[in-house]
Each structure stands twice: as C-alpha cells, then as structure tokens.
C-alpha cells in the first residue's frame, strides 16, 4: 500500500463510494493518491458495480467500442515477453541497487519548496521518508499557523480567483476552511447538468447557513446565565 496506513475511517468510506463513484472523487474525499485509493481497493477486492461500469458517468462502454481500443486487447491465448521470468535480474544490474539505509541523491532537506502539479506551493517540514507527511502546502501552514489545527475530514483551499504559489502573497483571508465532502462536490460540478450542479451549490450554502447558526445558538445558550444564579 502506497504512503501512510489507511485509518479504519478511510477504509469504511472506501468502500462505501468506490462502486458507484468517479475514482478521482473517491481519491479527494479520502485525501489519497489515485494510484493509492486504486491498489487499496484491488487489496481489499473492491469492484466498480455494474451499473457503474454501464452508465454514461463512466464512459468505459463508450471507449469499449472504439476500434483502436478493441485492436489493443489482448486475444485469448497471448503470451507475455516475460512469462517465466520472476525475479528476473539481468547481468550487472544489482550493481545499481540502493544500500540499506542510503538515500537518493535528489533527497531534499527541511525547508526546501517545490510547486506540485496543482501549482500550489508546497514546502518540506520533516524527513520521515513519507512523502504525504513530509511535504504540506504553504497555504495550510499558513492557515494552521494564524487560524489553528485543520480539522479531520477537512482541507484548506484557496477562495476563487486567490491562487498564488508566492509564499508571501498568500493571506489567511484569501483562504477557507472545507470538508473533502463539500469540496469533492465543489469540483464535481462539471460532471453534471446545469440544474443538477446548482441543486449542488444550493445545498452546500443551506448546509453552511444552518452550521452558522446551529454554532451560534450553541454559544448563546453555553453563556445564558442559569436560573439558579
């Protein structure tokens, strides 16, 4: 399994989207890579549903009957070039091979900064050897440090129109706060009709209101004085 263990949380709302959901929505809802959210599911026998793999969302049907997909298919009976050759070692090539122990040389140390394939600005804060705790976006930092901790489930994202990867462009104000459920939605519009993706957006703003609220009449009772005082 690819990067840090799975929670027993992750592994629970794994397998209660991976049949019916877009991969790529699995892997921002649980905060994985792709390739991880794909070899956890594998790992733990997980398939897409038929109704997935046969519905338009999908589009796997469609690609099934392009004649250059069905050209590359393997045939029954086809043979790999390397059938029978586990572990295969070629002449010389152990000579390569890493040390116990040794690192890259284009390990990076504590401090450094990189722009990852979103173009967020990303900037290394320990040396653990796993690359998700290692690295964190600036834009988090930057919120953990003014704001306070992110909550589980939960990630930092720019407002619309706010991106920058300049380290001292980035202000908290310019940043929010949101569950990987709400964000998940946020960049599934597209994948919708025009009528679906505002029911969407519709309910996402209900949700927040009445979060706004339910906080606030909290706060107002926790400090109502007591009919005893």
């Not at 394939?117 to 320990?126: E, H, I, P």
């Not at 988090?140 to 994202?157: C, D, K, T, Y």
């Not at 994948?191 to 703003?205: K, M, V």
């Amino acid at each position: 399994m690819n990067g840090s263990k799975w929670s027993p949380e992750e592994t629970a709302l794994l397998r209660e989207l991976y049949a019916d959901a877009h991969t790529e929505d699995v892997a921002l809802l649980v905060g994985r890579s792709l390739s991880s959210v794909r070899n956890t599911a594998f790992n733990l026998g997980l398939r897409k549903s038929e109704e997935y793999l046969k519905s338009d969302t999908c589009g796997r049907a469609h690609s099934l009957q392009n004649p250059a997909v069905k050209a590359a298919q393997f045939k029954p009976g086809h043979k790999t070039w390397n059938a029978g050759l586990k572990g295969w070692n070629p002449a010389g090539s152990k000579k390569g091979h890493f040390k116990p122990g040794s690192k890259p040389p284009t390990t990076r140390p504590i401090g450094s900064e990189r722009i990852d394939k979103d173009g967020c600005l990303m900037r290394k804060v320990s040396e653990t050897g796993n690359r998700r705790a290692d690295w964190k976006t600036e834009h988090s930092l930057v919120w953990a440090e003014q704001v306070g901790p992110i909550p589980a489930g939960h990630i930092v994202v720019f407002r619309a129109g706010k991106k920058t990867a300049v380290a001292s462009a980035i202000k908290v104000e310019d940043l929010e706060c949101l569950s990987r459920a709400d964000l998940m939605l946020r960049n599934s519009y597209h994948r919708y009709p025009p009528e679906i993706a505002r029911l969407h957006q519709l309910r996402g703003a209900l949700n927040r209101q009445i979060n706004k609220h339910t906080k606030a009449a909290n706060e107002s009772h926790q400090h109502r004085p007591s009919a005893s005082a």
